[in-house]
């Protein structure tokens, strides 16, 4: 399906990094960062949830969730290496409940249903319209959202912007973002969500927000 990002993000999420990424998985488990989407989602204490994964990548939080509490799952993403790693390991799991989409989500979220639990784990970061997408993905989510982003450090801050230097250099339209934690925070709160957790590793932090 064409879309706003899939050429950006096929040529920046390729197929080389999709496979490296499985076999990091397959070796290690759950990067630190989704282990906390994880262990948010778990703490909800729901049963037979219904996610939605935006920008899910090689599929971890479903692939991990649907051996216990989740029953369904929709994954979105915008890069079609990924989407294809995904699947298959879904497959070679027996997670045939998981419906996947390649689309902008922001293209696509009006026709998708609700769902108990939308995450999205280091996607708003890779996206410029941080408002457009959390406001379609709050309103997808019945429960709860849990995402994970770039925390609002100097060196974070230093970091990204040599990255996007050489990006630009390289004359590679994707660039990577450090969205205000706080307007996401209000945008949020606005859509009726509360923050009830909020853990952090030395690059991500994850927050996890509860419908009141
Ligand atoms: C850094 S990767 C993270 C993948 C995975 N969530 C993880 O943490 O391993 C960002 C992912 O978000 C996807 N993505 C970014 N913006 C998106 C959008 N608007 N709609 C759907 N997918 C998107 C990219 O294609 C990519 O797979």
Do not use: A, E, V
């Given at each position: 399906m064409p879309c706003n990002c899939c050429e950006m993000e096929n040529n920046t999420f390729g197929e080389e990094e999709a496979k490296a990424n499985l076999k990091e998985y397959r070796r290690r488990g759950p990067a630190k960062q989704t282990r906390l989407i994880l262990e948010a989602v778990r703490s909800l204490?729901?049963?037979h949830a219904t996610l939605l994964d935006v920008?899910?990548?090689?599929?971890t939080i479903h692939h991990e969730l649907m051996k216990d509490i989740a029953s369904e799952a929709i994954h979105v993403d915008a890069s079609s290496a990924y989407l294809k790693i995904a699947m298959d390991e879904a497959k070679r799991l027996g997670h045939s409940e998981v419906k996947f989409i390649h689309a902008d989500f922001t293209d696509v979220a009006d026709d998708l249903p609700q769902v108990d639990v939308v995450t999205l784990d280091r996607v708003v970061c890779c996206y410029p319209n941080f408002r457009e997408l959390l406001k379609a993905a709050s309103l997808k989510s019945r429960t709860a959202i849990v995402l994970t982003y770039p925390r609002e450090t100097w060196y974070l801050k230093m970091g990204f912007a040599i990255a996007n230097f050489f990006q630009k250099l390289k004359k590679d339209p994707f660039r990577i973002f450090i969205h205000p934690i706080e307007e996401m925070e209000l945008l949020l709160n606005g859509e009726g969500l509360r923050r009830v957790s909020t853990r952090r590793l030395f690059v991500w932090e994850m927050s996890l927000y509860q419908r009141s």
């Open positions: 204490g729901l049963n920008g899910g990548g090689i599929g």
